[in-house]
Each structure stands twice: as C-alpha cells, then as structure tokens.
C-alpha cells in the first residue's frame, strides 16, 4: 500500500477522531441554493427573490456524537447572516424538500458578512443526536442561513446522504473515494479512481483502479 498526502487540501478544516471512524457518516458538498426555501408545507412560502448560492458538507459520528461540518456561502448583496436570539443557521427536520420544520440544532452564528467560509464542530445533545441519527439517514434534513433581507431563510441544503448517487468526494465508513486523481510516481497510468482508508491518522492508497 502506498502513502500519500494528496488529500490534505480536500480535508483541511476538518478533526478527524481514528477511534470512531467506522461510524461517521457523510454528507457531501450539497448546495446551498434559494429554490430550495420555496416550500409547500405547511404554507406554501415562495424562493427569495435572491441570487444566493453556497454549499455545507457534514460528517457525524454516532459514537461520539460529534457533528463536523464546513460552510460556504454569499448572500444576496447587502444582505449578512441575521442575528437573532436563536441564532443564524440551523439544521432543521425532520422535512422533506420543499416542506419547513422545527429547527434540531442550532449552529454557531456565521459573522455578519456577505460571504465566507467557516468550520466547526458541535455535541449534540440526546435528543438532538436522536433526531439527527434517524433524519440523516433518511434525507429529511435540512441546513439553512436565516439572512437580514430574508429572515425565514435565504439559502437552503437537503443534507442528502452518500449512496449510489453521490458525486465528487465520498467519505464513509473510514474510507475516502476520490475520481480521477492523479497520483505521482505510481508507475504506468497515473490516474485513478482511488480508494483511500483513514488509519491512525493517515490517508493510505488502498485501491487505485486506472482510469482509461
């Protein structure tokens, strides 16, 4: 097996705990849009009038119930994430696309900017972790930034789990899947679909099936 550090951009921001591995699951790169805060139920409510876009990606682990995640977003101009005693960001469920729910946690508030990036990490309580362990799994959550041109929400995300389907990066079960890498000093063909399983703090190339 062959080490590499290839990766370390894609997971920079993130804490990873080699104890529990096994139970994380992953929420991959799932776009913040406005069209998803048009919803049906339990009023119909329209999109905001917004060219808002970003993205979240999630990972939780049900041993320690630790949710990570990662934050782009830029509002519509002049707009910041609104401050409010209930904060700014929520995951909400349990909610199909295009109907609202109760929030389920509340986040740490984004900065009052325009657009950024953030990282972070909560505990979840029992309820929360409860909540979160059965509305992830079935996609009936959702992430969203509460803004002060739109304070019902401005930009929204699914928190769709990895499955058959996912694109882009996949991180599950202490196993990272990455398409068309390039890997140096592999000799023959140098780029793969790889397979790359976390070990003690390390990524190592399990699997590197040749791209033709």
């Given at each position: 097996?062959?080490?590499?550090?290839?990766?370390?951009?894609?997971?920079?921001?993130?804490?990873?705990?080699?104890?529990?591995?096994?139970?994380?699951?992953?929420?991959?790169?799932?776009?913040?849009?406005?069209?998803?805060?048009?919803?049906?139920?339990?009023?119909?409510?329209?999109?905001?009038?917004?060219?808002?876009?970003?993205?979240?990606?999630?990972?939780?682990?049900?041993?320690?119930?630790?949710?990570?995640?990662?934050?782009?977003?830029?509002l519509?101009?002049?707009?910041?994430?609104?401050?409010?005693?209930?904060g700014?960001?929520?995951?909400?469920?349990?909610?199909?696309?295009?109907?609202?729910?109760a929030?389920?946690?509340?986040?740490?508030?984004l900065?009052?900017?325009?657009?950024?990036?953030?990282?972070?990490?909560?505990?979840?309580t029992?309820?929360?972790?409860?909540?979160?362990?059965?509305?992830?799994?079935?996609?009936?959550?959702?992430?969203?930034i509460?803004s002060?041109?739109?304070g019902?929400?401005?930009?929204?995300?699914?928190?769709?789990?990895?499955?058959?389907?996912?694109?882009?990066?996949?991180?599950q079960?202490?196993?990272?899947?990455?398409?068309?890498?390039?890997?140096?000093?592999?000799?023959?063909?140098?780029?793969?679909?790889?397979?790359?399983?976390?070990?003690?703090?390390?990524?190592?190339?399990?699997?590197?099936?040749?791209?033709?």
């Open positions: 097996m062959k080490k590499t550090t290839l990766l370390a951009a894609a997971i920079a921001g993130f804490s990873f705990s080699g104890a529990a591995m096994a139970e994380v699951f992953a929420f991959i790169e799932m776009p913040l849009t406005t069209s998803q805060e048009a919803v049906i139920s339990p009023a119909p409510t329209p999109a905001p009038n917004s060219n808002g876009h970003g993205r979240i990606t999630a990972f939780y682990d049900n041993l320690t119930k630790v949710l990570t995640y990662n934050v782009n977003w830029k519509e101009d002049g707009a910041v994430p609104r401050a409010h005693e209930t700014n960001n929520h995951i909400h469920g349990p909610a199909e696309v295009g109907t609202a729910a929030i389920v946690i509340s986040l740490p508030d900065p009052p900017t325009n657009s950024g990036n953030v990282s972070g990490s909560v505990v979840l029992a309820g929360q972790a409860s909540a979160i362990e059965t509305g992830l799994a079935e996609g009936r959550m959702y992430y969203n509460h002060t041109l739109f019902g929400g401005e930009i929204r995300a699914q928190l769709i789990p990895n499955g058959a389907s996912a694109t882009g990066v996949v991180f079960n202490s196993e990272l899947t990455l398409s068309n890498v390039l890997v140096p000093g592999i000799a023959g063909a140098q780029v793969y679909d790889a397979v790359l399983n976390f070990t003690n703090g390390t990524f190592v190339l399990t699997t590197a099936t040749p791209v033709r």
